[in-house]
């Protein structure tokens, strides 16, 4: 079956430091791979999306990559801030209409 | 404004209980979507409708029904067959092709006792 996997434990670092999150898939050749950001009590928000063709996207301070080689996109957020600690998910389109999730990566900046 | 609205945010039922979550769209939206969000994990997708009358079972379908017979509106019951129902289930909704993304409502917290 499908499956996405994320880095489970919570990732802590320093402000202004660059945060960087790892969203690992298997059983699949995904079109293209989302991302979005999820605040406590909160429904997640789309950020960046990023296909198959494309190996970098870039928005303000974030990153995405996208290796399918690998199968790994990995989500960089440079000069981090604490009003980015948050929880990040990946999300692939594995049927037609059918989207999934990872279990998503807990960010704490610290100032 | 447009957006998705989950209600209540809070759902308390006692156990052997039926209890249906309410999400509307006003986005003009084909496709809705719900998960679960158990604490500390992701989301896991119990149903979703790609066009009103149509409708998909997700990866933890067991214990939940929906309908669509709107295309703003998709209910989600819980059945008293859903073994562990407390959660926290968020709606979602997704309109243009398929690299659009979804927009999120903020969800309903869901306890059984």
């Known amino acids: 079956s499908q499956k996405i996997e994320q880095n489970s434990e919570a990732l802590n670092i320093q402000e202004g430091k660059t945060a960087t999150l790892t969203c690992n898939y298997t059983?699949?050749?995904?079109?293209?791979l989302q991302w979005y950001r999820q605040d406590p009590g909160r429904g997640p928000v789309f950020l960046l999306l990023?296909?198959?063709?494309?190996k970098e996207k870039r928005k303000e301070r974030l990153k995405v990559t996208f290796d399918t080689t690998l199968k790994q996109s990995l989500f960089h957020i440079t000069a981090s801030q604490p009003a980015d600690s948050a929880t990040y998910l990946c999300?692939?389109?594995?049927?037609?209409?059918?989207?999934?999730f990872g279990q998503g990566t807990t960010l704490q900046v610290k100032p | 404004d447009g957006g998705i609205t989950q209600s209540p945010k809070y759902l308390f039922r006692k156990e052997g209980q039926n209890v249906t979550l309410s999400c509307e769209q006003n986005?003009?939206?084909?496709?809705m979507y719900w998960y679960r969000q158990d604490p500390g994990q992701g989301l896991r997708l119990i149903y979703y409708?790609?066009?009103?009358?149509?409708?998909q079972k997700g990866d933890i379908a067991e214990g939940y029904s929906v309908s669509r017979e709107k295309k703003e509106s998709f209910p989600l019951t819980v059945t008293s067959a859903q073994k562990n129902p407390t959660a926290f289930y968020l709606c979602?909704?997704?309109?243009?092709?398929?690299?659009?993304?979804?927009?999120f409502g903020n969800g309903t917290r869901l306890t059984v006792t």
């Open positions: 990023i296909r198959e063709n494309e």
């Open positions: 409708s790609q066009i009103v009358n149509d409708f």
């Open positions: 986005l003009n939206h084909d496709a």
């Open positions: 999300a692939l389109e594995v049927n037609t209409g059918k989207l999934i």
């Open positions: 059983n699949y050749s995904p079109a293209y």
């Open positions: 979602a909704s997704r309109g243009g092709d398929q690299n659009s993304p979804l927009h």
